[in-house]
T-cell receptor, first 111, second 110 residues
Framework: DAGITQSPRHKVTETGTPVTLRCHQT?????MYWYRQDPGHGLRLIHY???????DKGEVSDGYSVSRSKTEDFLLTLESATSSQTSVYFC??????????FGPGTRLTVT | GENVEQHPSTLSVQEGDSAVIKCTYS??????FPWYKQELGKRPQLIID?????GEKKDQRIAVTLNKTAKHFSLHITETQPEDSAVYFC?????????FGTGTSLTVIP
């Protein structure tokens, strides 16, 4: 597996609380992505980054924000978690060859 | 934006038979088409990809074909084995955003 880690791997939180998920890479790849995976929907892009401090929205960005202050770290924040944000979150990285590799995932439950 | 459709959503085959999964895309600017295999509880793993300047690519028992005119690409698995059982996703990209199909659950029956 490519050098991608995610933390935490599991989290249970209450509705209305802020949550931050971290993605860390050791590959020095330019692009980093956050996806959510839900049954019947496949993988849906939340936000992505194409460089330090350069980010853009994906198809399901409402309720999420991101930050990338270093090449190796990409943070996903749920400002005020809702039950609809219960999901499995995957970080991914890709380089100039487009090949995209996924992290191990974070299972988030919002009660 | 791009729209990727994937069929079938479920597929059962006998061990040793072939399996074919098809995807269509809408954006003619898409130029890279990866396929991922995801086992239960695991991360998606890149298994094969094809770029728009190539019509077919093969890697042992798996192959991918691309028809740019019709905007569709397919994954072919030959001599299927029980360990091929998983969910398979196709995707398309112009280089920044990746758009995924909704997945095909493949079951290989021993």
């Amino acid at each position: 597996d490519a050098g991608i880690t995610q933390s935490p791997r599991h989290k249970v939180t209450e509705t209305g609380t802020p949550v931050t998920l971290r993605c860390h890479q050791t590959e020095n790849h330019r692009y980093m992505y956050w996806y959510r995976q839900d049954p019947g929907h496949g993988l849906r892009l939340i936000h992505y980054s194409y460089g330090v401090k350069d980010t853009d929205k994906g198809e399901v960005s409402d309720g999420y924000s991101v930050s990338r202050s270093k090449t190796e770290d990409f943070l996903l924040t749920l400002e005020s978690a809702t039950s609809s944000q219960t999901s499995v979150y995957f970080c991914a990285i890709s380089g100039t060859d487009y090949e995209q590799y996924f992290g191990p995932g974070t299972r988030l439950t919002v009660t | 934006g791009e729209n990727v459709e994937q069929h079938p959503s479920t597929l059962s085959v006998q061990e040793g038979d072939s399996a074919v999964i098809k995807c269509t895309y809408s954006d003619s600017a898409s130029n890279y088409f990866p396929w991922y295999k995801q086992e239960l509880g695991k991360r998606p793993q890149l298994i094969i990809d094809i770029r728009s300047n190539v019509g077919e690519k093969k890697d042992q028992r798996i192959a991918v074909t691309l028809n740019k005119t019709a905007k569709h690409f397919s994954l072919h698995i030959t001599e299927t084995q029980p360990e091929d059982s998983a969910v398979y996703f196709c995707a398309a990209t112009t280089g920044n955003q990746f758009y995924f199909g909704t997945g095909t659950s493949l079951t290989v029956i021993p």
